[in-house]
């Protein structure tokens, strides 16, 4: 069992978080002692600088991603800590969860490229689409569409002038983001904590991506009925695994801050869905990560 485990690779795990801040070294500590690999990647300058900052610490097994997260585009406004979740899982736990007042960006091309000059960044990420916290404006709403669209660009052009994969978020946004993909052919990278339908599925593979799952695919989340069957038809080669840490805690560790560790109920869940050994997914979707963030 240890040999399946020990192996797997955390994609996208926030150890760079304030949730971290007091016993983040420990976390880490934990991962690697059990062979296991984490990258953590930033949502605003600050993170993203932390992220480095942790990276380089470590010789091999920990490393980081740097990136402006879209709700940090545009005007500050009240959102749930738990992004990912929040507009999909209705049946959440009220008392993990805060709001907080998003503080807004402007993406600096020039400080983000000073911080991809580190051997230990290994992607642009996490950044993307988010169309979830709006305002009631349809002329602010597509000003904010068309920022976070201006913001993702630059931010792809700084992956692509690193050779660097990308890790994109992405919420209620499948279309717009398969349109901006399709424009920009030959981009490398990662769906985070995908959501996308079956027709969203096909044209992501079509356009070369991978696709990253967590704790959502061990939820009951009315917004993915047919997620079991979305899995079942993505090639193992095309998965890795994340734990999105501190959220998404999986139902097994309820309660509990989420942590790389925890990655192991994600692998337990895709084989059950793969009906394929807890070993396979292990070793396959390490390879993945491995070839595409370019990991020793």
């Not at 997260?69 to 209705?90: A, F, W």
């Not at 503080?103 to 960044?121: G, M, N, P, Q, R």
């Not at 690193?162 to 990278?189: Q, T």
Request: proline share 4%; glycine share 6%; hydrophobic share 40%.
């Amino acid at each position: 069992m240890c040999y399946s485990i020990c192996m797997l690779i955390d994609t996208h795990g926030h150890i760079n978080f304030n949730a971290f801040r007091e016993d983040g070294e420990e976390v880490l500590k934990r991962t690697l002692e059990q062979g296991m690999q984490v990258i953590m990647p930033g949502s605003q300058y600050s993170t993203s600088k932390r992220a480095v900052e942790i990276a380089e610490r470590y010789k091999e097994g920990v490393y980081a991603a740097i990136g402006l997260h879209p709700i940090h585009i545009g005007e500050p406004r009240k959102v749930d800590v738990l992004e990912t979740q929040s507009s999909l899982d209705s049946t959440r736990d009220k008392e993990s969860w805060e709001e907080f007042e998003t503080h807004a960006e402007e993406f600096d091309y020039e400080k983000y490229k000073e911080l991809a000059k580190s051997k230990k960044v290994v992607a642009v990420g996490e950044v993307g689409l988010d169309y979830y916290y709006f305002p009631k404006s349809k002329a602010k709403r597509a000003a904010i569409k068309e920022k976070q669209k201006e913001v993702l660009r630059q931010q792809v052009d700084l992956a692509d002038e690193f050779a660097l994969p990308v890790i994109f978020h992405c919420r209620v946004a499948h279309d717009d983001l398969i349109e901006f993909l399709e424009k920009r052919k030959g981009i490398k990278g990662v769906v985070h904590s995908y959501t996308g339908t079956a027709e969203h599925t096909k044209k992501f593979m079509g356009l070369g991506l991978s696709f990253g799952f967590n704790g959502l695919i061990l939820k009951n989340v009315a917004a993915l009925p047919n997620q079991k069957e979305v899995i079942s038809a993505i090639p193992l080669d095309r998965i890795v695994l994340e734990t999105d840490s501190p959220y998404l805690t999986p139902p097994q560790k309820q309660g509990e801050r989420n942590e790389p560790l925890f990655l192991r109920y994600i692998a337990e869940e895709i084989a059950a869905i793969k009906k394929v050994s807890l070993e396979e997914v292990a070793v396959r979707t390490a390879q993945n990560a491995k070839k595409l963030f370019a990991l020793a």
